[in-house]
């Protein structure tokens, strides 16, 4: 892409935030996200195994679940999620991280798929399929907008 | 699916909107000139709350309701928070952006439909 030389900053908030320090692990925020969307797949795997156990104890406040320990390692992945989550919303605006962490919605079906060898009816693969391009528009679009700058 | 059934998932996506903003909110702080402390910690705590009470009643509706009946209410999610984005965080997205979003709920809508 071409180098423009401008002498007057532009006004506007840019649409990633400065992060003058480094964060860790060292990933960019495409990684981040996606990694974040991987831990939270995990998490609500771990939960609906804690709810399904005690179901026989529900209330409109799933406040029974907590005696299992599934739902207790599902709160401790989505802790460690919520932790790499802010560290993505400090550089990407709230409307793209949240469109682009949608993939999850996605890598469910295709882990149960892959590893687990459960069918994807064909109503599912058109809603997978739609997803994986709305993340691809709202992707290119951020791209965009980061190259204005 | 009766009506308390729609109303507390709707009122779900709305807590994890509201939790979401805040979040966002406190993020912006941490970078900010000069140093915001209070900021930070006032909307991280807000955020928290807002998300720990989503969290709480999105369990609770999984063991009442069947998730292909609950799930699909998370389609709304990525177009309410879009809008709650642009409303307190006054974020703007493209028209391609526009279309991505709605494509991602339909999608969601399809796949946790079925």
């Known amino acids: ?149 | 699916m009766t009506l308390i059934a729609i109303l507390a998932a709707f009122a779900c996506q709305l807590l994890q909107v509201t939790g979401q903003v805040f979040l966002k909110h406190a993020m912006l702080a941490v970078d900010a000139t000069p140093h915001q402390p209070r900021r930070v910690a006032l909307s991280l705590a807000a955020g928290l709350a807002f998300l720990t009470f989503w969290f709480l009643l999105w369990i609770g509706l999984m063991q009442k309701w069947n998730l292909s009946v609950i799930y699909p209410f998370e389609g709304l999610c990525p177009v309410l928070m879009v809008l709650g984005a642009r409303v307190f965080l006054r974020e703007k997205l493209s028209t391609s952006g526009w279309v991505g979003v709605m494509l991602i709920a339909a999608g969601i809508m399809l796949v946790t439909g079925s």
């Open chain 1, 1 to 149: 892409m071409p180098e423009v030389l401008v002498t007057t900053q532009p006004t506007e908030p840019s649409p990633i935030e400065a992060s003058p320090r480094p964060t860790w692990p060292p990933l960019t925020a495409y990684a981040r996200i996606l990694l974040g969307a991987i831990l939270v797949t995990a998490a609500e795997l771990l939960l609906k195994r804690g709810a399904t156990a005690s179901a026989d104890r529900a209330a409109l406040l799933g406040t029974a679940a907590l005696g299992s320990y599934w739902t207790w390692a599902g709160i401790a992945v989505h802790i460690t999620a919520m932790v790499n989550w802010l560290a993505v919303l400090r550089r990407v605006p709230l409307a793209t991280a949240f469109s682009l962490v949608s993939i999850q919605q996605a890598l469910v079906p295709l882990a149960a798929w892959g590893c687990m060898g459960e069918t994807i009816s064909p109503r599912r693969w058109v809603g997978i399929t739609l997803v994986l391009c709305g993340i691809a528009a709202v992707a290119r679009s951020y791209a965009r907008a980061e190259e204005k700058l």
